[in-house]
């Protein structure tokens, strides 16, 4: 693979930076040029001290200012322009979570772009497939980068109204951060070869324990994205009527939320909330443990009704009969030998008996598996392992079609939480070419191991 090289900072025209503070600032206008209409950001990464903890300062990483990063926002079918400028003192790139999108634009580093240096710009351009709930982060460094704030949100509008009035987008991370706001190792070995190192410091949108207000009586769309290296969240919302409409960007008929729903990192969730009667509060939990406030506040509007389901994504629909299967066995390696002098992360685990080096730049010409382009698959995901991993691909959705251990009503996905020892079908059209990662989206396990490529051509 040749790339071209990106063009210095420096040598960039006409390009207005404006206002411009420590942390960086992003700023977009939303245009429709006929069939280019679109969206058009400049986003820039840049150091930013946050006062995570009160009266301390976290050296955090941010994307337009802001850790999670700026909220992006395009309409379905149309295109998003990113001209993303690194400020930061590391290499990086943008991955667009979720997103069908063509290779060249997915921020793999030496697959599809190499990194971009300190200084240097790149212009991400695609059109967005589906409406939904997305999020977008680096895929350099991953601990680090994303561990310090680089996370933000991606938000594709549906092309016609829905029927919400309202929504709030929710973005979940927890913080390797001390008592006094200094950073703690973001990936541990003893750690990463268990559940992954996890963050001690809960928030939704950068703040601890946050109060959002909703307005009284109305239903409310309620995007939870769960933007964290390591934790997955059992969500509930005790006494609440909450249905889900989407999982993972793609629609769902809609559900109660139940008891809890497990949202692993990676993954994201949208609910419509039935806002109680002025000056009631929800509280939205991690299991027993509180992370943020819903403060239902007075307003004049009449009382909300449930709109219909949300319209389904254009994802191509697998042709089981015909759907060529392959298997995916997720392994721990039992020993793990540190090796502490070269400084490399262990290899902890495997996709059926490899494991992936990130400090190998050759590692996604030797694929996992090589897909027909157009064809259908059954990828059967057999976890051998005594922890949980969000399995994700880049650049096709898939559909999850059973499990070993629950009930599964058949939704598209990017990112599926595998639990212990469970095995779970998928299946997918082949229809986008390119070398893809398919990996845990908990950052250590992908670090150490157990992430893969997989080819369609
Ligand atoms: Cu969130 Cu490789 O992805
Ligand atoms: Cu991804
Ligand atoms: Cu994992």
């Given at each position: 693979?040749?790339?071209?090289?990106?063009?210095?900072?420096?040598?960039?025209?006409?390009?207005?930076?404006?206002?411009?503070?420590?942390?960086?600032?992003?700023?977009?206008?939303?245009?429709?040029?006929?069939?280019?209409?679109?969206?058009?950001?400049?986003?820039?990464?840049?150091?930013?001290?946050?006062?995570?903890?009160?009266?301390?300062?976290?050296?955090?990483?941010?994307?337009?200012?802001?850790?999670?990063?700026?909220?992006?926002?395009?309409?379905?079918?149309?295109?998003?322009?990113?001209?993303?400028?690194?400020?930061?003192?590391?290499?990086?790139?943008?991955?667009?979570?979720?997103?069908?999108?063509?290779?060249?634009?997915?921020?793999?580093?030496?697959?599809?772009?190499?990194?971009?240096?300190?200084?240097?710009?790149?212009?991400?351009?695609?059109?967005?497939?589906?409406?939904?709930?997305?999020?977008?982060?680096?895929?350099?460094?991953?601990?680090?980068?994303?561990?310090?704030?680089?996370?933000?949100?991606?938000?594709?509008?549906?092309?016609?109204?829905?029927?919400?009035?309202?929504?709030?987008?929710?973005?979940?991370?927890?913080?390797?951060?001390?008592?006094?706001?200094?950073?703690?190792?973001?990936?541990?070995?003893?750690?990463?070869?268990?559940?992954?190192?996890?963050?001690?410091?809960?928030?939704?949108?950068?703040?601890?324990?946050?109060?959002?207000?909703?307005?009284?009586?109305?239903?409310?769309?309620?995007?939870?994205?769960?933007?964290?290296?390591?934790?997955?969240?059992?969500?509930?919302?005790?006494?609440?009527?909450?249905?889900?409409?989407?999982?993972?960007?793609?629609?769902?008929?809609?559900?109660?939320?139940?008891?809890?729903?497990w949202l692993g990192p990676g993954m994201r969730i949208c609910l419509a909330i039935k806002v109680p009667a002025a000056g009631e509060e929800i509280s939205l939990r991690n299991g027993p443990v509180r992370l943020g406030t819903f403060r239902s506040v007075a307003n004049s509007d009449a009382a909300g009704e449930w709109p219909p389901a949300l319209p389904v994504n254009p994802v191509s629909e697998p042709d089981m009969a015909n759907a060529e299967k392959?298997?995916?066995?997720?392994?721990?390696?039992?020993?793990?030998?540190?090796?502490?002098?070269?400084?490399?992360?262990?290899?902890?685990?495997?996709?059926?008996?490899?494991?992936?080096?990130?400090?190998?730049?050759?590692?996604?010409?030797?694929?996992?598996?090589?897909?027909?382009?157009?064809?259908?698959?059954?990828?059967?995901?057999?976890?051998?392992?005594q922890y949980q991993h969000p399995i994700h691909l880049h650049g096709m959705s898939f559909k999850v079609i059973g499990s070993n251990r629950r009930t599964i009503i058949p939704y598209f996905t990017d990112t599926y939480l595998l639990g212990k020892n469970e095995r779970a079908r998928v299946a997918l059209v082949a229809d986008n070419p390119g070398v893809w990662m398919f990996h845990c989206h908990v950052i250590d396990h992908m670090e150490t191991g157990?992430?893969?490529?997989?080819?369609?051509?």
């Amino acid at each position: 693979m040749s790339f071209t090289r990106r063009q210095i900072l420096g040598g960039l025209a006409g390009l207005a930076v404006v206002g411009l503070g420590a942390g960086g600032a992003s700023r977009y206008w939303l245009g429709r040029r006929n069939s280019e209409a679109g969206h058009d950001y400049e986003l820039i990464a840049a150091p930013l001290d946050l006062e995570l903890v009160s009266s301390h300062q976290t050296p955090a990483w941010a994307f337009g200012g802001s850790a999670p990063g700026t909220e992006l926002r395009v309409r379905q079918g149309e295109w998003l322009r990113v001209r993303f400028i690194n400020k930061l003192p590391v290499p990086t790139t943008i991955h667009w979570h979720g997103i069908r999108l063509p290779l060249e634009m997915d921020g793999v580093p030496y697959v599809s772009q190499l990194p971009v240096l300190p200084g240097e710009y790149f212009d991400y351009r695609f059109r967005v497939p589906d409406a939904g709930s997305y999020w977008y982060h680096p895929h350099v460094n991953s601990s680090e980068e994303l561990g310090r704030g680089l996370v933000g949100p991606l938000i594709v509008e549906e092309r016609e109204p829905t029927g919400f009035l309202h929504e709030r987008t929710l973005s979940l991370k927890s913080w390797h951060v001390d008592e006094e706001g200094a950073f703690t190792a973001f990936s541990v070995s003893r750690e990463a070869a268990r559940g992954g190192t996890a963050g001690r410091l809960s928030t939704i949108n950068g703040v601890p324990q946050a109060v959002i207000d909703l307005p009284a009586g109305q239903i409310v769309r309620v995007r939870l994205l769960n933007l964290d290296n390591t934790l997955t969240y059992r969500l509930n919302m005790p006494g609440v009527e909450a249905q889900i409409y989407a999982l993972d960007g793609n629609p769902v008929k809609p559900r109660p939320l139940g008891k809890e729903y497990w949202l692993g990192p990676g993954m994201r969730i949208c609910l419509a909330i039935k806002v109680p009667a002025a000056g009631e509060e929800i509280s939205l939990r991690n299991g027993p443990v509180r992370l943020g406030t819903f403060r239902s506040v007075a307003n004049s509007d009449a009382a909300g009704e449930w709109p219909p389901a949300l319209p389904v994504n254009p994802v191509s629909e697998p042709d089981m009969a015909n759907a060529e299967k392959l298997n995916f066995n997720f392994e721990w390696v039992g020993s793990v030998s540190v090796n502490v002098d070269n400084g490399a992360p262990p290899s902890l685990w495997q996709i059926n008996g490899k494991a992936w080096d990130i400090t190998d730049k050759t590692c996604a010409d030797r694929p996992i598996a090589k897909l027909q382009k157009g064809r259908s698959y059954i990828f059967e995901l057999k976890n051998m392992t005594q922890y949980q991993h969000p399995i994700h691909l880049h650049g096709m959705s898939f559909k999850v079609i059973g499990s070993n251990r629950r009930t599964i009503i058949p939704y598209f996905t990017d990112t599926y939480l595998l639990g212990k020892n469970e095995r779970a079908r998928v299946a997918l059209v082949a229809d986008n070419p390119g070398v893809w990662m398919f990996h845990c989206h908990v950052i250590d396990h992908m670090e150490t191991g157990l992430m893969a490529a997989i080819e369609v051509s």
